[in-house]
């Protein structure tokens, strides 16, 4: 059987459906997934069970690994008593990381723009929470996250994924006023759609937005950025933009 671990989602799918199982062998599954898939039984002890004893983690430690090979058959390696390692499985944010990679796909921009949404929305449910270690997890998201926009950023937006890519941008300035990779895709999918006046207006929003925030202004990349795709090469950008 394959298996894909989906750590944005928190859950793990065999055949499209969801796989059922507690949060404590998913725990074990997601730990595996988010550490290059193998780890020994001591550093899985002492990443999700740094509260117990030698002993009681171990035991634990079993209890889980026996429940995950129940819930999800094969998926968890039986090669070494004292290594666990994930088979047959793929992992929703390796997947990500090699479409950044793949600069000569043809479908890189539709591939990157479809994670995008999912990354954005990524937030640790009551589920993941309950699991410390997942902190540098979350770090991990956004981190991919910022990489996945900026590549976006410097790909040419076909005009039929103009609105999504848009539509996207938003989703992101939503949660976040102040995310300058957001304005970026969002000036240039306007800017795809021939609404240049809208582009200006939003960089204008931008620039008020860091200046009441933080006190600064735009960074000269944000700004080049922005009149590389608006067609102003000098001068006021905000000149006559209607308010």
Known sequence: ????????????????????????????????????????????CALMYPELDDAAAAHRLRVNASRLREAAPGLLSHAHARTYALTCASVDLDEIARALRAREDPRRFAS???????????????????????????????????DVCAALNI????????????????????????????????????????????ALRLYRDYERTIREEYGIDPARTFDHLVRESVGVPTGDMRTGIPA
């Open 1 to 44: 059987m394959e298996y894909r671990i989906e750590v944005l989602a928190g859950r793990v799918r065999c055949g499209g459906s969801v796989v059922d199982m507690q949060h404590r062998p998913l725990e074990l599954a997601m730990a595996l997934a988010t550490h290059a898939s193998s780890l020994s039984a001591h550093a899985l």
């Open 155 to 198: 790909m040419p937006i076909p005009h039929e994924f103009a609105d999504d890519t848009l539509q996207i941008a938003r989703e992101l300035l939503a949660q976040s006023r102040s995310d300058e990779g957001a304005y970026i895709l969002a000036v240039r999918a306007l800017c795809a759609l021939g609404r240049r006046v809208d």
């Open 112 to 146: 990157l723009l479809q994670v995008l949404p999912e990354l954005a929305r990524a937030a640790r449910d009551d589920v993941t929470q309950r699991w410390s270690w997942f902190t540098a997890v979350d770090a991990r998201v956004e981190s991919l996250r910022t």
